[in-house]
């Protein structure tokens, strides 16, 4: 054997070694990435965080973790001809047909380009990715909060009430998908209740999700046990029978109990109100926008100016 095939075939060995360590090495760290995208995303799905900041992280540590696989690949493919003519020559097939990393190395660029897909996919339906994991109870939970509490509430300026009675506006300022008359006065034959050829804009247009209903709770912290109609509900803060959204923001977690100088400001009196404005509406008396800057306003205000404190209603079904 000549001086330049002994030269030739000791670099053959070693970058053969280099090449092994290399893809050895990368596999381990690939690993371990994987594993702390996992913990990261659990914890971003237990703790139902709604941040696209928090979730970008597991996205940016897919994008560097596919980016590195994709630049060995380069580096591998860059060596490869020459490592599979040196095996041509000295008659050393083992390694390239028993290993095949250039396989491996691809089945692992493949996986990176789906998990960074799926990634992408949670960052962009963040939100709705942080409800799919119900809260489990736990002893130290925060308690909801009280309604009748006999230390002096807090007051927002510009409502006539306490914050108690009132949404939370940083999470609930209201929305509506209509506030025109002809869309709130039409029959619809579309998503009716069952048995009905035709129904009103609420009955057609109810559509709020599980998954948005926990978000919900979650956002006013409503422990497990008090998610159900006897202790309060996820209510519309603009009705649905006057046009309000079913998203989030005109949502919110209204107590069956709420008590302020001794009258009750529950859902159920909130009803009252909810089924004056829409009847007025049908009746073409009120105009929905002004409805709708009333009750965004200071809905308490309102309810009190139409006396319904000194009135009880029954509720109807056709009201949100």
Wanted: with cysteine; proline share 5%.
């Amino acid at each position: 054997m000549s001086e330049a095939q002994s030269f030739r075939l000791e670099e053959y060995r070693s970058l053969r070694k280099e090449v092994e360590i290399y893809l050895t090495e990368s596999r381990s760290q690939e690993r371990y990435t994987l594993i702390a995208i996992g913990v990261i995303v659990g914890w971003l799905l237990l703790n139902h965080v709604g941040s696209v900041w928090l979730w970008s992280v597991p996205f940016a540590l897919t994008i560097a973790t596919t980016g590195r696989m994709i630049g060995i690949m380069i580096h591998f493919i860059n060596l490869k001809t020459y490592i599979r003519s040196t095996e041509r020559a000295f008659g050393v097939f083992g390694w390239e047909s028993r290993d095949r990393p250039w396989s491996m190395g691809a089945v692992y660029v493949v996986f990176n380009v789906i998990l960074l897909v799926l990634t992408g996919v949670a960052v962009y339906f963040h939100n709705d990715m942080a409800t799919l994991v119900p809260i489990a109870p736990a002893s130290t939970a925060a308690p909801a909060p009280s309604h009748n509490a006999t230390s002096a509430p807090t007051r927002t300026a510009g409502h006539i009430g306490p914050d108690s009675l009132y949404p939370d506006s940083g999470l609930t300022p209201g929305a509506a998908d209509t506030l025109s008359v002809a869309d709130l006065t039409a029959r619809y034959t579309d998503h009716c209740p069952k048995g009905k050829a035709d129904c009103t804009y609420s009955q057609s247009h109810r559509s709020v999700s599980k998954a948005v209903h926990t978000q919900v709770y979650v956002s006013y912290r409503v422990p497990p046990e008090a998610r159900n109609f006897q202790q309060g509900e996820v209510d519309h803060f603009f009705p649905l029978c006057a046009g309000g959204s079913n998203d989030a923001k005109n949502l919110w977690y209204e107590p069956a109990e709420n008590i302020w100088n001794g009258k009750n400001f529950g859902y159920h009196a909130k009803d009252n109100l909810e089924k004056y404005i829409c009847r007025q509406i049908v009746a073409k008396q009120l105009d929905p926008k002004e409805a709708y800057r009333r009750m965004t306003t200071d809905w308490v205000a309102w309810y009190l100016e139409l006396g319904f404190d000194k009135a009880d209603e029954g509720a109807d079904e056709e009201i949100d």
